[in-house]
C-alpha cells in the first residue's frame, strides 16, 4: 500500500510561481520524472506499510546530444542541462492543483469536455509550515488506518491486513511523517525516515520504545552533519533503532527516482550511485528492518557492515 501525498499550502503570504518544466523537458528531448513511491508486498496476512514520499524535484536530465562524447575540438558541444539553484533563507515547497475551467472547453480534444489544468505551485516553506504538514499526514495516516482496519472497511480486500503489524516508511517529509505518525497513533508499529529532516521533532518522551530506522545520505545525514535534527532524533529514539547513511547517495537515491532516471536518461551528478545499487540497498535494509520489527524475523543484515553492501555505513554516535 502506498501513500503519496502533497505538501499543503503555506499561506497567503507565500509566494507561488507556476513552472512549465513539461515545455523545458520537451526541448532536452525527455521527460520529467514522476511522483516516486515504493511498494512493500508479503504473503499470507497482509502486513501494512506505507510510503509518503515527497515530490521528486528536477534534476539534471541529459540532452540527447549529451549522452554521447562530443567532437573533438568542437567547444560547442551540448552538456547536461542546469538551472540555477533557489536562493533565500527558506526551503522550497511545492503545491500541485488540479483546476477545471468550465467555461471552456479544450481547444486540443474539444470531445474531453472542460479545460483541464495541472499546476506546480512554489513558494518558500519555513520549518514551522513543514511540521504542520509532517502532523497533517500523521493525521492522514491514521485516518486511512480507521478506513482500512474499521468496522466498515473502505477496502474490499481489508482482511487481508494484520492490523496487529503495522509500519510506516516515507522518503523526505515522509520520513519526518512516519515519526509524527507513531507519537500520535500507538497502532503503528515500526517507522523508516529515508533522507528526512524532522522538521517536527521527535517527541521528547520517545515512541513507547518502539522501533524506528533512519536511513540517508552519507555524509549530508551522518552524525555531525548538516541536518542536526538527526542527531537530536537519534538521542530520543527509545527502542531498537538504526542510523544507516550510503555513500554516493542523494536525496532521491531511497525513490523510484534513479531507476526511472536511467531510463529516461536524466542524471544527477551529486549521486553516483547506480539505479541497481540503490534500489538493492533501499530494499535490502527496509524490507530486514520491517522483517525484524513486525514479523520478528532475524535480521543479520542490521547487525553490522556488509561486503554485500560496501556503501552501507552504520553510524554510532
Same mark, same amino acid.
Given at each position: 500500500?502506498?501513500?503519496?501525498?502533497?505538501?499543503?499550502?503555506?499561506?497567503?503570504? $507565500?509566494? /507561488?510561481?507556476?513552472? $512549465?518544466?513539461?515545455?523545458?523537458?520537451?526541448?532536452?528531448?525527455?521527460?520529467?520524472?514522476?511522483?516516486?513511491?515504493?511498494?512493500?508486498?508479503?504473503?499470507?496476512?497482509?502486513?501494512?506499510?506505507?510510503?509518503? @514520499?515527497?515530490?521528486?524535484?528536477?534534476?539534471?536530465?541529459?540532452?540527447?546530444?549529451?549522452?554521447?562524447?562530443?567532437?573533438?575540438? =568542437?567547444?560547442?558541444?551540448?552538456?547536461?542541462?542546469?538551472?540555477?539553484?533557489?536562493?533565500?533563507?527558506?526551503?522550497?515547497?511545492?503545491?500541485?492543483?488540479?483546476?477545471?475551467?468550465?467555461?471552456?472547453?479544450?481547444?486540443?480534444? @474539444? *470531445?474531453?469536455?472542460?479545460?483541464?489544468?495541472?499546476?506546480?505551485?512554489?513558494?518558500?516553506?519555513? @520549518?514551522?509550515?513543514?511540521?504542520?504538514?509532517?502532523?497533517?499526514? /500523521?493525521?492522514?495516516?491514521?485516518?486511512?488506518?480507521?478506513?482500512?482496519?474499521?468496522?466498515?472497511?473502505?477496502?474490499?480486500?481489508?482482511? *487481508? &491486513?494484520?492490523?496487529?503489524?503495522?509500519?510506516?516508511?516515507?522518503?523526505? &517529509?515522509?520520513?519526518?511523517?512516519?515519526?509524527?505518525?507513531?507519537?500520535?497513533?500507538?497502532?503503528?508499529?515500526?517507522?523508516?525516515?529515508?533522507?528526512?529532516?524532522?522538521?517536527?521533532?521527535?517527541?521528547?518522551?520517545?515512541? =513507547?520504545?518502539?522501533?524506528?530506522?533512519?536511513?540517508?545520505?552519507?555524509?549530508?545525514?551522518?552524525?555531525?552533519?548538516?541536518?542536526?535534527?538527526?542527531?537530536?532524533?537519534?538521542?530520543?529514539?527509545?527502542?531498537?533503532?538504526?542510523?544507516?547513511?550510503?555513500?554516493?547517495?542523494?536525496?532521491?537515491?531511497?525513490?523510484?527516482?534513479?531507476? &526511472?532516471?536511467?531510463?529516461?536518461? &536524466?542524471?544527477?551528478?551529486?549521486?553516483?550511485?547506480?539505479?541497481?545499487?540503490?534500489?538493492?540497498?533501499?530494499?535490502?535494509?527496509?524490507?530486514?528492518?520491517?522483517?525484524?520489527?513486525?514479523?520478528?524475523?532475524?535480521?543479520?543484515?542490521?547487525?553490522?557492515?556488509?561486503?554485500?553492501?560496501?556503501?552501507?555505513?552504520?553510524?554510532?554516535?
Amino acid at each position: 500500500m502506498t501513500i503519496s501525498l502533497r505538501n499543503r499550502r503555506a499561506g497567503a503570504a $507565500a509566494t /507561488a510561481t507556476a513552472l $512549465a518544466l513539461a515545455s523545458l523537458a520537451a526541448l532536452a528531448g525527455t521527460a520529467t520524472p514522476a511522483s516516486a513511491s515504493g511498494r512493500a508486498t508479503t504473503a499470507g496476512p497482509a502486513t501494512t506499510t506505507a510510503s509518503a @514520499p515527497e515530490s521528486t524535484a528536477a534534476l539534471k536530465p541529459a540532452s540527447p546530444a549529451a549522452s554521447a562524447s562530443p567532437a573533438s575540438g =568542437d567547444p560547442a558541444a551540448p552538456s547536461a542541462l542546469t538551472l540555477p539553484r533557489p536562493t533565500g533563507p527558506y526551503a522550497t515547497g511545492r503545491d500541485t492543483l488540479f483546476l477545471t475551467d468550465h467555461e471552456r472547453t479544450d481547444p486540443w480534444v @474539444p *470531445t474531453a469536455g472542460a479545460r483541464r489544468l495541472l499546476v506546480s505551485l512554489h513558494y518558500p516553506a519555513r @520549518p514551522a509550515v513543514r511540521a504542520a504538514v509532517s502532523a497533517g499526514r /500523521a493525521a492522514d495516516f491514521s485516518f486511512l488506518l480507521d478506513r482500512l482496519t474499521g468496522p466498515r472497511p473502505a477496502w474490499r480486500h481489508a482482511r *487481508t &491486513i494484520d492490523a496487529r503489524r503495522v509500519g510506516m516508511a516515507g522518503h523526505s &517529509i515522509g520520513g519526518n511523517a512516519a515519526a509524527s505518525t507513531m507519537a500520535a497513533d500507538r497502532r503503528v508499529d515500526a517507522g523508516v525516515n529515508m533522507d528526512g529532516t524532522f522538521f517536527d521533532p521527535v517527541a521528547a518522551h520517545g515512541l =513507547d520504545k518502539r522501533p524506528f530506522l533512519m536511513l540517508g545520505t552519507d555524509p549530508g545525514h551522518a552524525p555531525g552533519a548538516g541536518d542536526t535534527s538527526w542527531d537530536e532524533g537519534w538521542a530520543r529514539l527509545d527502542g531498537f533503532k538504526r542510523w544507516l547513511t550510503v555513500r554516493d547517495s542523494g536525496h532521491f537515491t531511497f525513490t523510484d527516482t534513479p531507476a &526511472i532516471g536511467e531510463q529516461l536518461g &536524466i542524471v544527477d551528478p551529486d549521486a553516483p550511485l547506480s539505479a541497481a545499487r540503490s534500489t538493492a540497498v533501499t530494499r535490502a535494509y527496509v524490507t530486514a528492518f520491517f522483517d525484524r520489527s513486525l514479523r520478528g524475523r532475524p535480521a543479520r543484515l542490521l547487525e553490522g557492515p556488509t561486503p554485500a553492501h560496501p556503501e552501507v555505513l552504520f553510524q554510532r554516535p
